[in-house]
């Protein structure tokens, strides 16, 4: 199994920053790919970022140039800088992760879920 442990969320106002950190056991040699989701209340989940393991990244549009994904291999963590927050950002967070290549490629759903961590952005 894959332990994976967000914090960081919080309640900002429009045009405020947060970090989430996404502490993940055995991160340098289990994950093929992980990535930030999120789901706004009474709305369908969706995949705002992701790195694979080779640190290529991806963005969802709504996001792109305000949000990065990074990772730190050494503390084995996974992070979501957020700026220029705004109130449709708003949505619980979470931070996933494949452990096998096929189920990435194949766009199954990912192997290990965190527990979320809440982004309430204020206009």
């Known amino acids: 199994q894959v332990d994976l442990v967000e914090s960081g969320g919080g309640s900002v106002q429009a045009g405020g920053s947060l970090r989430l950190s996404c502490a993940v056991s055995k991160y340098t040699y289990s994950n093929y790919y992980m990535g930030w989701f999120r789901q706004a209340l009474g709305k369908e989940r969706e995949e705002v970022a992701g790195i694979d393991r080779h640190s290529i990244t991806d963005y969802t549009e709504s996001v792109k140039g305000r949000f990065t994904i990074s990772q730190d291999n050494a503390k084995n963590t996974l992070y979501l800088q957020m700026n220029s927050l705004k109130p449709e950002d708003t949505a619980m967070y979470y931070c996933a992760a494949y452990v096998s290549a096929y189920d990435f490629v194949t766009g ?16």
Request: no cysteine.
């Open 108 to 123: 199954r759903s990912p192997n290990y879920w965190g527990q979320g961590t809440q982004v309430t952005v204020s206009s």
